[in-house]
């Protein structure tokens, strides 16, 4: 069967790339045309690389207002695409302001429209369920609560495998290095390590790093060090640090958070991910100060950490604020390195977690579902 998927960020590249290769495992014969990454080129073949996703991506109200001309030049060039592919499905990865809009028109052409990792309408766009519900024929998820919040608001089909950051976590697990290896190979020094996962855009980074980079001063018996990412400027990360002890290495997430003895985490999805893998953590997030005062009105949730979204409850504190106060940043980060006195209750809280999420193996699960999902459609169709 004929597959077209479409992500448009690393982390869709990631999660494609192995639902790609759950897919192959129903469907040997699976061909494939996607928008993604290397990741995925890794497994459909370069040949079928429609568009990277750095030629895609576009953040923030001004970047996606610069780049409108773009954008709809490259929905209009993806629609193309699909139609003279002619899949039995398309597969959409996160992305949702690009990915609606294919749904919507897939929808309209009478093809197969699955959703792999909703959107995340139940913390804002509620309005997006909306068009889930008309154009979507399967809603694959992968937060269990997200069952119960799209199923009580009408959208049918939904799918719950697990976590695909559990199949990630596993995949790198045998290769992670030593915390030996891991100080030489960065020119690091023998105090424990925190590690600071300060965002995955310049914003992000411009914003949160330096209340990082401040509260390092005030703990000098650890050592601090940021995960850069590849795609954002090494000047940006080195005009922050400057002056500081703290270190920066460069495509080494897993690994720096691998050895670290606690985390300092913006938001996201990198919370989740520290606590899969057992880091202590603690969320520093610098908002300006009028989406502070409006935060109950936007934001429809109580948390911005998937944790503690996922857990019901603040397992790991959240320091959201326009201004942070250095002193109760201290006092909570120092009370989840070792011997603290949040740490072990925490690391029970990640266990709990790591439950609820469920194993390894969802990706080869969510693929399988795929296929078996367009198999019976077929059947169906053809009786």
């Known amino acids: 069967m004929k597959y077209y998927i479409i992500a448009g960020e690393p982390s869709g590249d990631l999660h494609g790339s192995n639902l790609m290769r759950g897919i192959l495992k129903a469907d040997s014969e699976a061909q494939f045309r996607f ?8 497994v459909g073949g370069v040949e079928n690389l429609v568009k990277h996703y750095k030629q895609t991506s576009f953040f923030g109200f001004v970047q996606v207002l610069r780049n409108l001309r773009t954008i709809f030049s490259q929905i209009d060039e993806c629609k193309r695409d699909i139609e003279h592919f002619a899949p039995d499905v398309v597969v959409l990865i996160d992305y949702p302001g690009f990915n609606m809009k294919i749904a919507k028109w897939a929808h309209s052409k009478g093809l197969q429209v699955h959703y792999y990792i909703a959107p995340k309408a139940w913390a804002w766009k509620e309005h997006r369920v909306k068009a889930l519900r008309k154009y979507v024929d399967k809603l694959l998820i992968i937060f269990p609560f997200e069952q119960k919040w799209f199923g009580d608001r009408g959208v049918k089909n939904i799918t719950f495998c697990g976590n695909p950051l559990m199949d990630a976590i596993a995949e790198r697990e045998p290769t992670l290095p030593s915390a030996e290896a891991f100080r030489e190979r960065n020119g690091l020094d023998e105090r424990p390590i925190v590690a600071l996962v300060a965002g995955s855009r310049v914003s992000e980074i411009k914003d949160n790093l330096p209340d990082m980079v401040a509260l390092s001063k005030r703990v000098t018996d650890r050592q601090f060090v940021v995960t850069g990412v590849e795609w954002i400027a090494r000047e940006v990360y080195e005009k922050i640090v400057a002056g500081s002890d703290v270190k920066v290495v460069y495509n080494q997430t ?8 606690a985390a300092i985490v913006t938001s996201g999805t990198a919370t989740l991910e520290t606590a899969l893998m057992g880091i202590p953590e603690m969320v520093l997030y610098h908002i300006p100060k009028l989406y502070e005062v409006l935060r109950p009105l936007v934001l429809k949730i109580p948390f911005v950490s998937l944790v503690n979204i996922n857990l019901g409850r603040e397992a790991v504190r959240e320091i ?11 006092r909570e980060l120092r009370s989840i390195l070792t011997e603290g006195a949040k740490r072990e209750k925490m690391l029970a809280d990640f266990e709990e977690l790591r439950s609820i999420i469920g194993g390894a193996g969802a990706s080869e699960r969510f693929g399988e579902c795929i296929v078996k999902s367009i198999h019976n459609s077929q059947f169906t169709i053809h009786n």
């Open 254 to 261: 897993y690994d720096t958070l691998n050895v670290a003895e």
């Open 35 to 42: 928008w993604g990454g290397d990741k995925m080129a890794e």
């Open 320 to 330: 959201v604020v326009a201004k942070v106060n250095q002193d109760e940043a201290e």
